[in-house]
């Protein structure tokens, strides 16, 4: 069996998120998905979610190409998870590119899938900032 693994933080999931998943999970067997905790992606990535890690686990838990859900507490896990998860292959978008090459130094392949273009967690906060400041400002012309 050839276990893949992938790491993100996964919120407001989209369908660039299930391209992602599903194009994984086509490399191999079995699809694990280490999902950023809500203290790492505050304290490590300086991020802070829309939804909880509980929420988020839930929703991958949901997606048909996800075996297995795992925590991920902090940048340096993904070594030790290699080994511990016997992973034959890591996995992640190609906006990373470059970036998790030493992971081949453990034994697994990596590779990096081309992100859906035209669409990411960001663009979508970023586009319902906008578009909250635009409704507000008009309602309040309105008054």
């Known amino acids: 069996m050839k276990r893949i693994i992938t790491y993100g933080t996964f919120d407001l999931l989209h369908y660039g998120h299930i391209n992602l998943l599903r194009r994984a999970k086509a490399e191999g067997d079995y699809l694990i998905v280490g999902l950023s905790t809500d203290d790492f992606n505050l304290n490590q990535k300086n991020k ?3 939804f909880s890690f509980e929420q988020r686990k839930q929703l991958l838990e949901s997606i048909r190409y996800v075996d297995l859900v795992i925590p991920e507490e902090n940048w340096g896990q ?4 290699m ?7 890591f996995v992640i978008g190609d906006d990373w590119a470059g970036e998790f090459d030493y992971l081949q130094d453990t034994g697994v392949e990596v590779v990096y899938l081309e992100r859906t273009p035209e669409i990411s ?4 906060k970023k586009d319902l900032n906008s578009e909250n400041l635009t409704t507000n400002h ?5 008054k």
Do not use: A, F, G, P
């Open 78 to 81: 993904k070594v030790t998870d």
């Open 48 to 50: 802070k979610t829309y």
């Open 121 to 124: 967690s960001s663009r979508i």
């Open 83 to 89: 080994s511990l998860y016997s992973v034959d292959e």
């Open 138 to 142: 008009v309602s309040k012309i309105n």
